[in-house]
Each structure stands twice: as C-alpha cells, then as structure tokens.
C-alpha cells in the first residue's frame, strides 16, 4: 500500500539498506539486485527458441542458426538475403553451372545458388510480408506490447485498490461529508468594518480562517493537539482548503470563474507574459479550475480532500505521527470513493488522476501566497473569496 504526503519533495524508493558499523565501515544489504559488469554490458547472448538446440546450424549456410525463418532453421544472414530476394523481387545469374557450393565463407559469392538452396531447404517465399504488411503486423506487435504492459498495470493497480472496502469506511466518509456541507460549503458574505487595505485583510482572513477552523474541530483529533499545533494546521491549510472551494465554481463552458457580487472573470486570451500579476493569479486559478473540471468531484470528495489538506503532517512540525494516523485514514476513505463509478463499477484512473493533480493545486496555491497576504491587492482577494461584500 502506498499513502502520499503532501509535500513538494522527491518520492524515493529504496532497494537497499545501509548499515554504519563503529569503524566508520559501511555495510550495504540489497536484496534482489543483479550485478551486471559494466565491461561486458554490450556482449548480448542471442535468444535461443526453445525448439533448438545450442549451436543448431543454418540448413543453408551452416552459419549458427538463430530460429525458423520462413520454415527454415537458418541465420540472420540468409533470413535476411532470402527476405529481400523475395520483396525486391531479384533475379540471379550464376556464372558457373548452378551447382556452387554454400558455406559461411562462400554464401555471398553466388547469390543464385543461395537462394535455390533456401527454396530447396523449405523457406517459403509466400510467408515473406510486403512493406504494408510488415508495417500492419509491426504495429499489430506494438499495440498487443502496450495492451500487455496495462493490463500488467491495472493488476498492479487493482491489488492495491480499496473500492471493494468501501463499506468499511462509511462512516467516516459520511460524517466528513456532513459537517463540509454544513460549514465549509456555504458562501461567505461580509461587510468591512474599516477602510483600511489591512484591516479589511485582517477581518476577512479571519472569517475564512474561522470557518476552516469549525470544519477542523469535526474530527476529534483537533482536541488532543496542543492550541499551537491546533494553529499550525489551520494556519498553513486554510487558503488552500478554500481555494479548492473556489475553482469549483468555475464554468468550463464559457471558461470563466464565479466572483463575488455576482461578478465572473473569463479567460484572458493575449500573452501572458505580458499580464499583470493580478490577472496572472485570476489565470491560474482559472487553469487550475479546468485541471480539477474534468475529475467532477463529489461533495464526499472535496469534503475528504479538504481533510487531508488540512490534517497533513507536512502542516506541523511536531506531532506528525498522530496527524499521519488520521491522515492514513482520511486517504483510505478518499481512495475508496474515487476508485468507483456511479454505477459501483471500478474506475482506478480516476483515482490516479487525483493524485496528479494534487500536488498542482498545492504548488499553485504556494506560489499565490505572498499575493493573498498583500493588503493592497484586498479588492482581488474578496472578489475570489468571498461570495459577496461591501
């Protein structure tokens, strides 16, 4: 079973493991590792088919035979020379009397002979494929490879699949999914007290941060954490909670995103190296609303996401194991549902497929942080959060 972590480091797996004796000796343990000398990397050993035996010669040339060819145990040389007669269609002459003899030595000085004495030894030449044929049955090759390597992978994937233990998670799917809906999926509408760029940022980062505050408390780890820990999860999770609130009021249509005050912003379409750094933030979110449109997520989903978002242990610096239990098990419950179909048919790439687009919607926010925090941009900031203000 593989869990992820949300974080923006290298996934890494180890073959291997390593030992620091007291000498400053390092002894490393591997299991399953085959040694290849380096020296002799390009010395490939041919593939023998079973139905031969080691050193079988060519029945043409004598040369080392290396399968059936045509219906005839030969070598690569004559394979080919006996293929090429026939799709160029080349006629010989001997210059003696067509009895020439046909060694390994000799196999090129009467191509005449050599070919008679392929047809005499079986080789067929209705068998030999013009270039449309090889060219079908090259990509008919190609395509049984790339339906072999998938179904390799979809087994992969469905032994570690957990669609079938759905059952075993309902509950907390289920009180996840309430408590989203009854706090977190409801819109935000505010009236500034003040003015002032700061203290309008102030009180509206405060209402976000209440509301992602009361979503948290749902789960009863929130009160076995230290009122600091309690401030480390909300702090570092909750414009990205709300974030994936926002790009899903978004328009695939039109490609336009829901503003606040009944208001939408639509796709800009000129350079946009050339945008200013307030219509890049409405653009990316823009972008990263698309990515997540076509997944079609479920309010048990975005409900069980914005868990995980927020008890993440990359949100804390201490405690990561209690966060890491409840993290483990909110993933559990999320892989659960999004493996399945409506119609309770298994479906892992949609599984997969939210796996890709985590990590964007996590970069994307980090990079927005700094705009999110500026007073002067406070305008912007309540047109994406909020649902309405004044």
Not at 116 to 144: F, H, W, Y
Not at 235 to 244: A, C, H, M, Y
Not at 263 to 269: C, Q, V
Not at 294 to 318: G, T
């Amino acid at each position: 079973m593989v869990y992820m972590c949300f974080c923006r480091s290298e996934m890494k797996t180890y073959f291997s493991k390593e030992y620091r004796m007291d000498d400053g000796m390092e002894i490393i343990e591997s299991t399953n590792i085959q040694t290849i000398d380096l020296r002799s990397r390009n010395k490939v050993i041919p593939y023998l088919p079973r139905y031969m035996k080691p050193g079988q010669p060519c029945v043409v040339c004598g040369d080392n035979a290396t399968g059936l060819h045509y219906r005839a145990i030969t070598c690569e040389g004559c394979k080919g020379f006996f293929r090429r007669t026939v799709q160029q269609k080349i006629v010989y002459k001997c210059k003696g009397i067509e009895r020439c003899e046909i060694s390994k030595t000799s196999r090129n000085v009467c191509q005449f002979c050599r070919f008679q004495k392929c047809i005499q030894n079986g080789m067929t030449k209705s068998l030999v494929l013009n270039e449309p044929e090889r060219v079908a049955k090259r990509k008919m090759i190609n395509d049984n490879r790339e339906r072999r390597k998938l179904e390799h992978l979809r087994i992969a994937l469905r032994s570690n699949s957990l669609a079938d233990k759905q059952e075993e998670f309902q509950a907390r799917i289920d009180q996840v999914t309430a408590n989203y809906c009854k706090i977190l999926d409801n819109t935000l509408e505010h009236k500034f007290k003040s003015d002032i760029r700061s203290e309008r940022l102030s009180e509206l980062t405060a209402l976000i941060i209440h509301q992602v505050r009361q979503f948290a408390e749902t789960i009863e780890i929130y009160d076995t954490l230290k009122p600091s820990e309690q401030e480390e999860i909300i702090t570092k999770s909750w414009l990205v909670v709300k974030i994936l609130q926002i790009i899903h009021e978004f328009n695939p249509t039109e490609r336009c995103l829901m503003l606040a005050n009944d208001t939408t912003y639509i796709a800009a379409k000129g350079d946009y190296s050339t945008l200013d750094c307030t219509t890049k933030i409405f653009e990316n979110l823009i972008n990263l609303a698309a990515s997540f449109d076509c997944m079609q997520l479920d309010n048990r989903q975005l409900a069980l996401l914005s868990a995980l978002l927020i008890y993440n242990p990359e949100n804390v610096k201490e405690c990561k194991q209690k966060i890491n239990k409840i993290h483990v098990e909110l993933w559990k419950c999320l892989q659960s549902i999004s493996e399945m179909h409506d119609d309770d048919s298994i479906d892992l790439l949609h599984w997969s497929n939210l796996l890709v687009r985590i990590p964007y919607l996590l970069l994307t926010v980090s990079d927005m942080q700094g705009f999110f925090r500026d007073a002067n941009n406070i305008n912007a900031i309540a047109n994406i959060l909020l649902f309405k203000f004044s």
